[in-house]
């Protein structure tokens, strides 16, 4: 096992954490999460202070957010699953005119387990599980209460959806009906079937095109929300919720995207800092450019770590073993050859459809997120499509059919791809429309990683955006701050590179860089004790780890392989592995409930992606 290792220089690299994407968990996981983890139900004297109303339902009994009135003072609402609350607030649409049209935020949290007047409440970590476009609403119904476990029960845990996305108002939506939107490319809308953009001879240009109708469609329908539809509004929203809560300062913890956001924030308003985590970075600056060209860095790390690992573990923990690492890789490029020629077709209960060439290379890559999400369960589809099966692996990134609803619904709107077009799209210098330029890019990206079939797709989105005015906030981002942020990295993240971590801190006097040497996309996507503990002493205390703190994992992705999760393996890793005296091996409750909370992050909680 790798040891917890610190050195003067420091050290050298996507659910994927959409911050575990508040796919991730459901709503059964999060009630077994609340009874176990530190989240309390609210005594009358918290109801009373946080301003707390009762739960209204619609006719089916069920919380609808329409009973959640908006206001411009936060009134906190029971809502889904005890304990969470969540509330609306009313914001200006453009705050260069804050006296004209409003915006409503949707926010979901776990309060604290202390009183907010208390002289141990310590205020609300802001969420962000990346994206961009990813539901913080939904993070927080997911991943709460263990988000909660890590960061300590003297906090609120806080997710908002942010401007144009989901719940909150206006929303990013081009198409005029779900139905519009299935027939024009499937649920998603606009890149429906995450499509791999040379799978044939007219792939690419065939996606120019469709970015240039979307991009029509969003001019057209939504220009003028759009423009209010971007990083800096939204960094000024999280003020805004900081103020509301009546503190001066933000605490927040950002993945992936939600690096761009705290970047951003910090650069604003480098005085309102009281704590920032920004887990899984990208390169701003890349990203203000609408390059996206730097991600994939280490992705091919990332996923000959899968090789590695299904070797150790044996063919009796992933099913996809052959003898060396090498000969599993060759065994999934025969796959894709086997599924180019001949598409495997699958019909489900719940869909149907064909596992070819695009949803096996959209599988892997997905899976490189969370590999302790994924990789068993990717290993056992693969042995199972190599006999002719292709039901297990389809079923990965299955959903259900699309059945048209008759009448609007007012309960949970879904989380499509408009908004993330629309802020990436926002932020990022203009993309040439030409198709000759888009062509030069495409060969560029793919002679660095052969990833970039499915990466590219993510700049060609913004090919045909309306002139649409920018965000306000152009830079520089680098900033003194008024505390100093933790930038959190993997060795090995499959789209944001432990290289702009380290990039990026060199812009915030005092930044340190906390390298977690694993694979997946944020630190969540792995267990470590040691990660999530100096987390959590940068939240409660302030501390920052050591330049050049390296933190190890506990485990493999392959639940069953035997590297078991005993006292002993933990607290080993926590000390670095060197202390051996089995007396000081037992774990504290705090690292019970710690390494409890990031096993199931880890496990069971994908963040959104990026493409």
Request: glycine share 8%; hydrophobic share 40%; with cysteine.
């Given at each position: 096992?790798p040891?917890?290792?610190?050195?003067?220089?420091?050290?050298?690299?996507?659910?994927?954490?959409?911050?575990?994407?508040?796919?991730?968990?459901?709503?059964?996981?999060?009630?077994?999460?609340?009874?176990?983890?530190?989240?309390?139900?609210?005594?009358?004297?918290?109801?009373?202070?946080?301003?707390?109303q009762?739960?209204?339902?619609?006719?089916?009994?069920?919380?609808?957010?329409?009973?959640?009135?908006?206001?411009?003072?936060?009134?906190?609402?029971?809502c889904?699953?005890?304990?969470?609350?969540?509330?609306?607030?009313?914001?200006?649409?453009?705050?260069?005119?804050?006296?004209?049209?409003?915006a409503?935020?949707a926010?979901?949290?776990?309060?604290?387990?202390?009183?907010?007047?208390?002289?141990?409440?310590?205020?609300p970590?802001?969420?962000?599980?990346?994206?961009?476009?990813?539901?913080?609403?939904?993070?927080?119904?997911?991943?709460?209460?263990?988000?909660?476990?890590?960061?300590?029960?003297?906090?609120?845990?806080?997710?908002?959806?942010?401007?144009?996305?989901?719940r909150?108002?206006?929303?990013?939506?081009?198409?005029?009906?779900?139905?519009?939107?299935?027939?024009?490319?499937?649920?998603?809308?606009?890149?429906?079937?995450?499509?791999?953009?040379?799978?044939?001879?007219?792939?690419?240009?065939?996606e120019?095109?469709?970015?240039?109708?979307?991009?029509?469609?969003?001019?057209?329908?939504?220009?003028?929300?759009?423009?209010?539809?971007?990083t800096?509004?939204?960094?000024?929203?999280?003020?805004?919720?900081?103020?509301?809560?009546?503190?001066?300062k933000?605490?927040?913890?950002?993945?992936?995207?939600?690096?761009v956001?705290?970047?951003?924030?910090?650069?604003?308003?480098?005085?309102?800092?009281?704590?920032?985590v920004?887990?899984?970075?990208?390169?701003?600056?890349?990203?203000?450019?609408?390059l996206?060209?730097?991600?994939l860095?280490?992705?091919?790390?990332?996923?000959?770590?899968?090789?590695?690992?299904?070797h150790?573990?044996?063919?009796?923990?992933?099913p996809?073993?052959?003898p060396?690492?090498?000969?599993?890789?060759?065994?999934?490029?025969?796959l894709?050859?086997?599924?180019?020629?001949?598409?495997?077709p699958?019909?489900?209960?719940?869909?149907?459809?064909?596992?070819d060439?695009?949803?096996?290379?959209?599988?892997?890559?997905?899976?490189?997120?969370?590999?302790?999400?994924?990789?068993?369960?990717?290993?056992?589809?693969?042995?199972?499509?190599?006999?002719g099966?292709?039901?297990?692996?389809?079923?990965?990134?299955?959903?259900?059919?699309?059945?048209?609803?008759?009448?609007?619904?007012?309960?949970?709107?879904?989380?499509?791809?408009?908004?993330?077009?629309?802020?990436?799209?926002?932020?990022?210098?203009?993309?040439?429309?030409?198709?000759?330029?888009?062509?030069?890019?495409?060969?560029?990206?793919?002679?660095?990683s052969?990833?970039?079939?499915?990466?590219?797709?993510?700049?060609?989105?913004?090919?045909?955006?309306?002139?649409?005015?920018k965000?306000?906030?152009?830079?520089?981002?680098?900033a003194?701050?008024?505390?100093?942020?933790?930038?959190?990295?993997?060795?090995?993240?499959?789209?944001?590179p432990?290289?702009?971590a380290?990039?990026?801190?060199?812009?915030?006097?005092?930044?340190?860089?906390?390298?977690?040497?694993?694979?997946?996309h944020?630190?969540?996507?792995?267990p470590?004790?040691?990660?999530?503990?100096?987390?959590?002493?940068?939240?409660?205390?302030?501390?920052?780890?050591?330049?050049?703190?390296?933190?190890?994992?506990?485990?493999?992705?392959?639940?069953?392989?035997?590297?078991?999760?005993?006292?002993?393996?933990?607290?080993?890793?926590?000390?670095?592995?060197?202390?051996?005296?089995?007396?000081?091996?037992?774990?504290?409750?705090?690292?019970?409930?710690?390494?409890?909370?990031?096993?199931?992050?880890?496990?069971?909680?994908?963040?959104?992606?990026?493409?």
């Amino acid at each position: 096992m790798p040891t917890h290792t610190t050195s003067a220089g420091g050290t050298g690299t996507v659910t994927m954490p959409e911050f575990c994407r508040a796919l991730g968990l459901g709503a059964f996981l999060l009630l077994v999460a609340s009874t176990l983890l530190l989240s309390q139900p609210c005594d009358l004297l918290i109801v009373r202070k946080y301003n707390v109303q009762p739960m209204e339902t619609d006719e089916t009994g069920s919380f609808s957010w329409s009973t959640v009135i908006p206001s411009e003072t936060l009134v906190w609402h029971p809502c889904y699953a005890s304990p969470t609350q969540c509330a609306r607030l009313i914001v200006p649409l453009n705050y260069s005119d804050p006296a004209g049209d409003k915006a409503v935020i949707a926010m979901a949290r776990v309060p604290a387990a202390v009183a907010p007047d208390s002289t141990e409440y310590r205020g609300p970590v802001l969420l962000n599980p990346g994206g961009p476009g990813g539901s913080g609403v939904d993070l927080v119904l997911n991943a709460g209460p263990l988000i909660s476990a890590l960061v300590g029960p003297q906090f609120d845990v806080l997710g908002f959806d942010p401007r144009g996305v989901g719940r909150s108002t206006p929303r990013a939506s081009f198409f005029e009906t779900d139905l519009e939107r299935v027939l024009w490319g499937g649920q998603n809308g606009i890149q429906a079937s995450l499509s791999v953009l040379n799978t044939s001879a007219d792939g690419l240009a065939r996606e120019w095109a469709r970015a240039q109708i979307v991009g029509q469609l969003a001019g057209e329908r939504q220009r003028e929300v759009l423009a209010h539809i971007n990083t800096d509004q939204t960094a000024t929203d999280m003020l805004s919720i900081v103020k509301a809560h009546g503190r001066e300062k933000l605490l927040y913890w950002g993945f992936s995207y939600g690096s761009v956001l705290g970047e951003t924030f910090a650069s604003m308003f480098p005085d309102k800092i009281e704590r920032m985590v920004i887990d899984g970075v990208v390169d701003i600056k890349n990203y203000y450019k609408t390059l996206w060209s730097t991600n994939l860095i280490d992705t091919d790390k990332t996923m000959n770590a899968f090789f590695t690992y299904c070797h150790a573990v044996g063919p009796s923990n992933c099913p996809f073993y052959a003898p060396t690492p090498d000969l599993i890789a060759a065994n999934l490029t025969a796959l894709y050859d086997s599924v180019k020629a001949r598409p495997v077709p699958v019909r489900t209960r719940d869909s149907y459809g064909l596992v070819d060439y695009n949803r096996l290379r959209v599988t892997i890559f997905s899976s490189l997120y969370s590999p302790w999400a994924m990789w068993a369960p990717v290993a056992h589809g693969l042995a199972a499509l190599a006999r002719g099966d292709g039901a297990p692996l389809y079923s990965l990134l299955e959903t259900p059919s699309f059945q048209c609803e008759c009448g609007e619904a007012d309960g949970e709107p879904p989380i499509v791809r408009d908004a993330a077009t629309a802020i990436l799209c926002n932020d990022g210098d203009p993309v040439p429309e030409a198709f000759k330029e888009l062509e030069k890019y495409f060969e560029e990206m793919t002679s660095k990683s052969g990833w970039a079939e499915i990466w590219a797709g993510i700049r060609t989105a913004c090919v045909g955006w309306p002139d649409i005015p920018k965000a306000r906030f152009r830079g520089p981002f680098e900033a003194n701050t008024s505390f100093p942020l933790l930038v959190v990295g993997n060795t090995a993240d499959p789209v944001t590179p432990l290289w702009a971590a380290k990039e990026t801190a060199k812009g915030f006097p005092n930044a340190v860089v906390l390298t977690q040497d694993s694979p997946g996309h944020c630190s969540i996507s792995a267990p470590s004790v040691c990660t999530q503990t100096y987390i959590r002493d940068y939240f409660v205390n302030g501390t920052l780890p050591p330049p050049g703190t390296v933190c190890p994992i506990v485990g493999t992705p392959f639940p069953d392989s035997g590297a078991s999760l005993h006292q002993k393996n933990v607290k080993q890793e926590f000390l670095g592995g060197e202390q051996a005296a089995e007396e000081t091996l037992a774990l504290s409750v705090d690292d019970q409930a710690v390494l409890h909370a990031v096993k199931k992050l880890s496990e069971s909680c994908k963040l959104p992606r990026m493409f």
